[in-house]
């Protein structure tokens, strides 16, 4: 671990969503809810995109966006519930990048740099992933990646797959309101 110890403060960080079974708004709109409910504080919200799978094809196409939030939650912990959020939304993991109600990636935490057997920040795949670089983008162009040295700015012009990832026109119906520092 390196570049910023989880647990020391008040950390910021980026969680990208993503829903390809049942109500997909809903389910983003309810992984917010329950980011809040947890202690991670959503900052903003981007838009929503809606996106061709990838990996396994075989599938209905995913609604995806990324919120910035606040924590003071040391990075295992913050996994946890992140996880634990996934399973009160009813994801079943059976098929490696399958079908699921909810999908919660953590992005990026601080400065934290983690290669860890069961957690790797910033995220290992971020660079190939623009269901993930587009909306990232709307809220942080300028965020620099600590390992790769390009901004996401940069990384989501490089980035292959962007004529499969299209704004949702929709709204999302979150509820989500930016509580006051």
Known sequence: MRNGMPGL?????FIALGSNLGDRELYLAGAIRSLEEKGI?????????ETKAVGYLDQPDFLNMVVRFESELP???????????E?????????????????LDLLFYGKLILDDPKLTVPHPRIQERAFVLMPLQD???????PLLGLTVKKMAEQVPG???VRR?????????????N
């Open 162 to 164: 962007k004529e499969g």
């Open 9 to 13: 403060g008040k950390q910021e960080g």
């Open 87 to 103: 399973a009160k939304h009813g994801r079943i993991r059976k098929t490696k990048w399958g079908p699921r109600t909810l999908d």
């Open 168 to 180: 949702w026109e929709k709204p999302l119906e979150s509820g989500f309101v930016p509580t006051e």
């Open 139 to 145: 809220l942080a162009p300028d965020l620099l990646h």
């Open 41 to 49: 504080r959503v900052l903003e919200q981007s838009p929503v995109y």
């Open 75 to 85: 990075v295992q912990e913050l996994l946890n519930k992140l996880l634990a959020i």
